[in-house]
């Protein structure tokens, strides 16, 4: 059973939004003793806009996210990045009246899905939210056509099969998860726990696994994992932890996520007004693996993960105050580089 934390907003705070972001390959020579080669490339931003954020990254080297204003509620724009054209505008839903807008996953097949809303301007008996899929040969579309759907629509993922999860909410109405797909349509999840108020996905992998947390009336909130066969299995964090946030899972069945600490960290130290953050590696089998900070810094946020159990992420220092750098960890070889 975990507590709700206030992870996601500290997470925010925590985040370090630079004017551009890049984009970093890997060459691994098979030689034990060879360096390791890095490519990092300047992903730009789109025009009238100051910053970058990208969300997903596909095998092409295709990225996807969104662009930003001047802080505050300025507007949003998604974009779609690829080495041949670099950065694109991929517009918003024909008449959207709203001033958010961003990618947030792409698949192999270049099909994107994001997210379109109200920065900051959240409206009651109003869609405040839509969500959108692209290709290059169709353009933006809206998704509730896809559902027959009109009220809040929020995706998260897509795969490489084009099933699509998300949640989704009448006007005023909790949110449910859903699961599209192409051929077969909606499918909705339903409750996973008794007296829950609300649920949402997180990400899905090319296996139909879809990560899903569920909130509950007592302020609650609990991890799962549902498989393609419609079987759940609650997920866990660290031991002793607070909280738990999942981030992705691989097609291994591994799921990284973030356990949180509040006042005493996990062996034991007083924290004092600060939260620890400690990301993990949950195996298929239940066995668990902290991934633990880069030397100089205290804490860890894990992003996603990939088929060779690679993790990336992010680290911060509440000491030093310090810049918060990207890592790459090897779960083979539980290091950093």
Known sequence: ML?????KTKMQNLAVISSTSVLMTLGINVSATAAIVYDITDLG????????IPNDINDA???????????????????FWSQENRITDLGIIPGAYLNYSAAEAINNSGQVVGNIGR????????????AFVWSRETGVRDFGNLLNFFGNINVNDINNAGQVVGSKSAVNGA??????????????????IPNETSNAPIAINNLGQTLVVAYSESGYYFNFLRSSDGSITE??????????????????????????????????EDLGTDDAFISFVR????????????PGYEYTLARGINNLGQVVGQSYSYV??????????SSKQHRYT
């Open 3 to 7: 507590k709700m934390s206030n992870l």
């Open 45 to 52: 931003t789109l025009p009238d806009q100051l910053y970058t």
């Open 61 to 79: 080297g295709q990225v996807v996210g969104r662009t930003g204003g001047n802080g505050g509620f300025s507007p949003t724009r998604s974009f």
């Open 119 to 130: 920065l900051g301007l959240i409206k009651p008996n109003e869609v405040n939210i839509r």
């Open 175 to 192: 949110g449910r998860t859903f699961l599209w797909n192409p051929e077969t349509g909606v499918t909705e999840f339903g409750n996973f």
């Open 235 to 268: 997920i866990n964090g660290l031991p002793n932890s607070d909280g738990t946030d999942l981030a992705d899972i691989n097609d291994v069945g591994q799921v990284v996520g973030i356990s949180t600490y509040i006042g005493t960290g996990p062996n034991g």
């Open 283 to 294: 195996s298929s089998n239940g066995s668990i693996i902290a991934i633990d900070p880069i």
């Open 320 to 329: 030093a105050q310090a810049p918060a750098p990207a890592f790459f960890w």
